[in-house]
């Protein structure tokens, strides 16, 4: 199929290259012409494992980019829009959607075939219906269902294992407005056998979108207040109690051979220092904001967002007890990314707790495998020095702050084995073994 993606950011470039990779024509459309050249030579605008790879090999063959909108659009069977749908003020700003959409209406103005409109990026329950299809009739002076089809395809891609998330999906949701439409992603998604498919309306699709990230979003804020809980009454370790919930067999199913199925869900049911990213917070609050709208009033939701705004104060909380000042105190601050994988530092509760210690005198080295340089634009240098390796982080520091869970930071029981006198670990994701060092603690003690 013949197929224009409107929106060449993480979410638009990431569909377009694995479309092309399965076997369809994919031309990728953007409005900053330094993204089409970079695109078209090949070198990614954003970093995702397994991206250049596929992208190189598909330029030129099954994939290209342009910022030619209306040809693009006439020259495809199907248009997918991916644009940027930012959270503003106490809503999601559909500006850049509507402006698509009149583009692609005036394009579908001069086509005389039918032409299919997907929505891909998240936007909330009814904007498909309500927004997109009515700004394209208007200005292709053409009527949905008759002249074009529209649906609404929300992604599930995870920073860091995009491409690998759209390779493998575990299901595609698929909403249209009739039968044809419908039929259209289908055929899209063909290639894609053996994947679970749901055919349902634009609005659903949303909301399923939606219920997806508020779910994950909200075991995080309920496992975070559970281990704050188990801080404030003492001798309980929110670890054990977690690993003995993890193996209620509807978490964990048992195998007839005794063995244990681990569903990744669990590492969502952990406490830790709070969640981050582009998604989840936009997601929730949007959601709230959306509820409100509709006078109802999403309780559970604001307190997620709640829980989480508080979390990163855990961590000062914990230094306050262990130390008489933070005025002066030498910080080993591992991890500033949200999360591992990726260098983003949207929402990533590391900024906030390294503002209040700078505040508070504390004197930080930071070590993060990747995220130095956009941390450096989000926090200053003036507060911390950043080090090119996790053991010059480690060098004086009275306390070590342990905010991302790489990987690399499970060797720090070797690290710290030699150092006299030990500083104390603070584990703000819970990854360390306590067994494995001498001074340790950390969220849900
Ligand atoms: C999230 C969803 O997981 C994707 O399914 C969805 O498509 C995407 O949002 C989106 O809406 O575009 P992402 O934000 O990349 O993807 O990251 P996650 O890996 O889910 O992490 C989100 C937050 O949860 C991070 O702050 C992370 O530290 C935290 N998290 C993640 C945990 O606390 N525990 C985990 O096991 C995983």
Redesign the pocket.
Known sequence: MKVSVLGTGY?GLVSGVCLAEKGHHVCCVDIDPDKVEKTNRGVPVIHERGLEGLLKKNIGKRFTATSDLRKAVLDSDLSMIAVGTPFKGDEIDLGYIREVSKQIGAALREKSTYHVVVVKS?VVPGTTQEVVLPVIEEFSGKTAGAAFGIGMNP??????V?VE?FMSPDRIVLGGIDARTLDVLEELYQVFEGVDKIRTTPKTAEMI?YT??AL??TM?SFSNEIGNLCTGLGDIDVVDVMRAVHLDKRLCPILPDGRRIVP?FT??I?A?C???????PK?VKALIAHGKKAQQPMALLQSVIQVNEQQPRQIIEILNKQFRSLKGIRLAILGLA??PG?DDMR???AIPIVNELAAAGASMRAFDPVARTEAEKILGTRQITYCEQLSDALDGADAVVLL??WDEFAKLPELLADREPQPLVVDGRRMIDKKKLRRYTGIGI
């Open positions: 979410v998240t992604e599930f891609l995870r920073e860091g995009a998330d979108k997806s990230n994950l979003a995080i990744q590492t969502y952990e830790g709070g969640f981050g990213g582009s998604c989840f997601d949200f999360k990726t929402e990533s509760p991302t869970r």
